[in-house]
Every structure is written in structure tokens, then in C-alpha cells.
């Protein structure tokens, strides 16, 4: 089951290891608290400008709020303002929401020895944990994946990893790919730990001096070749294409899981109401006012345009005798195009999701990582995994 609540709340994150003892907070940031107080606050303001409206609405509007005899008073109220309701409603819950997110907050104090954290919480007694640096396993790098709107993003996350999961301590946090593995490196080898990740077998562990080896100085020391096995058949979610310099490696468009289906569910269903609200608009504007179908119908359009984007997204791997690159394609569109040098590769594993227990590829260099495969089986990835490798270290 898929572990929704966060271990980290930041975004963008570093705690500086140069100036000991040093004390940080790990919170949602500001900006994203004030969009939230904004979004919110609008959808208060659209239900109370609707529930005002009515006591000024003209009888010769084009449409007619009067409602057929036979409903009491309490039936009208009801009928009128349900649409204001939920809004109201709505809009207190994102502004709480983003009161509460803000104010929530891990402090952090690391002396060289000793780590301390207390959690803070707008309902709950502060709370304090204290754990011996000796304690920790390894710095664990990993990636979670977010959604904010139409936006999907990754956040890459270099905590110290302890098997009790609120003693984990963030040191980097960032949505940018950039240099992600030089700040894992300066990391393990400031605090004289592994570096870990997990991959589908478990956590994988490598000692800090041997971060600046690339994948092929490792390749024969790992035998990592034979994790590709020419006579095992291209699984059915990867289309690939070997030509004489290049290879390309491509998702296919549908996956048949849980987020494909409510994808299509919410095309399906979504499109249906809004064809249907939009040809018979006449008999709905009584009940929610022309900014309430207004609202509803960009609301479920912007969902309807989302579940496309997730249903008929794809990345694709061209891997050349030089480097990678990897794309980004959404329906025809092909956008935000990564590439690592060849010789600049340090790892080519599968990590783990714990947010959406998916399995993710994941190519790890110097100044840049890529992420291919996040809607893929695992088994799948196996596959493409050792067809990289096998690209890289010929």
C-alpha cells in the first residue's frame, strides 16, 4: 500500500555541513503556502459573490431563477445555494490546509555528533527525537515524484538514512536533477558514511571513496554486463530499436494499472458532464448561476486535459555512442530533453517509489540524472536496466 504522508516537507533543501553545530527547518515553503491562501481565498470570494448576486439578479435575465411552485422555501435556499456551499466549503479547506502546511515544520540541530530534531504541529505537543550520528546507515539518495496542478515533477531527496523512518534526516532537497550526485558524494564523504540506494532488491551500499568511479571502471569489477541477456525477449511495454550508432528505447502509451484506468475513468466521465452541462445549460444555471458553470466547466475540463496528458505520456531513451538522451514526449509534443556523456555515468539502477510503490530507472551521473520508465513494471525495468548497461559498457 502506498505511503502517502511525507518524510520530508521541503522542497529545496541544504543543510550546510561547513559551519558545526548548525540548526535548520525543513517546511513547505512560503510561496507555495501564499498561492494556496490565494486559491482558497478566490473560491470564498466566488461563493460569496454568487450568494450575493441572487438578491440582485434582475426577472428579465436571460435565465430564470424562480423555481416551480411546489418546492417550500427551505427546497429553494437549498437548491440555489448548493453550488456556493460546496465552494465556500472548498475554499476554507485549502486556505486551512495551507495555514496548516506552513506551519508545519521538522527543526533540525546537528552538532557533529548528535542529531536533534523536533517536530512541530499546528494539533500536536512538540516532539523531540535525538539519535548518535553512528547510528545512521549510510546517506540514502532517492527520488519521489509530486503533482501540483498539471505539473509533475521530481524531488530528489539526500537524507541519512535510519531504519526508524521519522528519525531520517534530510540534507538535500531540490526538483532539479543538477548536480544531485556530486551533493551525494560531498555528503557521504563529509560524514564518513556509504552511500546507499534502493533499488528493487533492497538498499544498495558503496563506500564514499568510490563515488568518483564512473559505471564503466565498475562494470568488470560487478560483472554488470551480464545483467542483459541477448536471447530474453523485448518485454510488451518497451518498444526498442538498435541501429549502428544509436539505440532507442521507448515506452509504450498505455499501461494497464490503477492510474491508467483513472485516467480514462476521468475522461470518460468528466467529458460526458461537461457535453451534457454545456447542451443543457439552461435548465443548470438556475441552480448554480452562470459563474458556478463557469467554474465547474474549467474545473473539469483542466482534469479532463490532465488525465490526457498522464494517458498519452511517454519518455524515450536514444542511447549513441557517446551519451543519452532522454525525452520527455507529451501526445506529439516532446519537451525538457536531458543528456548525460557516457563517461560521466555513475550508476544505472532501479529505485524505488515508496509514495506510489512504483519503480522508476535510474541513470546517475555527475551533473545530471535522468528518470525513464516511472509508469513501467518492475520486471520490465530489469530488462531495459541491463539493455543500458550493456549500451554503455560495450
Not at 438556475?286 to 474545473?299: K, Q
Amino acid at each position: 500500500m502506498a505511503d502517502s504522508k511525507p518524510n520530508h516537507y521541503s522542497y529545496k533543501f541544504k543543510f550546510d555541513m561547513e559551519k558545526l553545530p548548525a540548526e535548520q527547518k525543513d517546511r513547505v515553503s512560503r510561496k507555495l503556502s501564499v498561492l494556496g491562501l490565494i486559491f482558497g481565498l478566490a473560491f470564498i470570494a466566488l461563493a460569496v459573490f454568487e450568494i450575493i448576486s441572487y438578491f440582485y439578479s434582475e426577472p428579465n435575465e436571460i435565465y430564470e431563477f424562480d423555481m416551480p411552485t411546489r418546492f417550500s422555501t427551505q427546497d429553494i435556499l437549498m437548491q440555489r445555494y448548493i453550488f456556493d456551499t460546496i465552494a465556500l466549503v472548498l475554499g476554507i479547506i485549502i486556505v486551512a490546509i495551507s495555514i496548516f502546511t506552513y506551519w508545519r515544520r521538522k527543526v533540525i540541530y546537528f552538532d557533529g555528533e548528535n542529531i536533534k530534531m523536533t517536530y512541530l504541529s499546528l494539533f500536536k505537543q512538540p516532539h523531540t527525537e535525538i539519535e548518535a550520528l553512528h547510528n545512521y546507515l549510510g546517506v540514502l539518495l532517492r527520488v519521489e515524484y509530486y503533482q501540483l496542478g498539471l505539473m509533475s515533477r521530481n524531488r530528489y531527496i539526500i537524507e541519512l538514512y535510519h531504519p526508524e523512518k521519522e528519525k531520517r534526516v534530510p540534507l538535500y532537497l531540490t526538483t532539479s536533477s543538477r548536480n544531485v550526485r556530486q551533493m551525494w558524494e560531498y555528503y557521504s564523504a563529509k560524514l564518513k558514511l556509504p552511500a546507499l540506494f534502493m533499488t528493487d532488491h533492497g538498499l544498495i551500499s558503496r563506500h564514499h571513496s568510490e563515488l568518483n568511479k564512473t559505471l564503466n571502471d565498475m562494470a568488470a569489477k560487478w560483472h554488470l554486463k551480464s545483467l542483459y541477456r541477448e536471447n530474453e525477449k523485448t518485454p510488451a511495454t518497451v518498444k526498442c530499436k538498435i541501429e549502428p550508432h544509436r539505440a532507442i528505447v521507448k515506452e509504450r502509451r498505455w499501461f494497464f494499472d490503477v492510474y491508467s484506468i483513472l485516467a480514462l475513468l476521468g475522461i470518460l466521465i468528466l467529458g460526458t458532464l461537461i457535453v451534457y452541462g454545456g447542451l443543457n445549460y439552461q435548465y443548470i444555471l438556475p441552480y448554480i448561476g452562470l459563474w458556478g458553470l463557469v467554474a465547474l466547466m474549467t474545473l473539469g475540463g483542466v482534469i479532463v486535459l490532465f488525465s490526457t496528458v498522464i494517458l498519452f505520456s511517454k519518455d524515450v531513451l536514444i542511447i549513441t555512442d557517446e551519451g543519452i538522451l532522454l525525452g520527455h514526449n507529451i501526445l506529439f509534443l516532446r519537451r525538457n530533453a536531458e543528456y548525460v556523456k557516457k563517461d560521466e555515468i555513475a550508476a544505472v539502477d532501479i529505485g524505488h517509489n515508496p509514495t506510489t510503490e512504483r519503480y522508476y530507472l535510474s541513470i546517475i551521473a555527475d551533473n545530471q540524472s535522468l528518470i525513464f520508465g516511472k509508469n513501467m513494471p518492475v520486471s520490465d525495468l530489469r530488462w531495459v536496466r541491463g539493455f543500458v548497461i550493456k549500451q554503455i559498457a560495450k
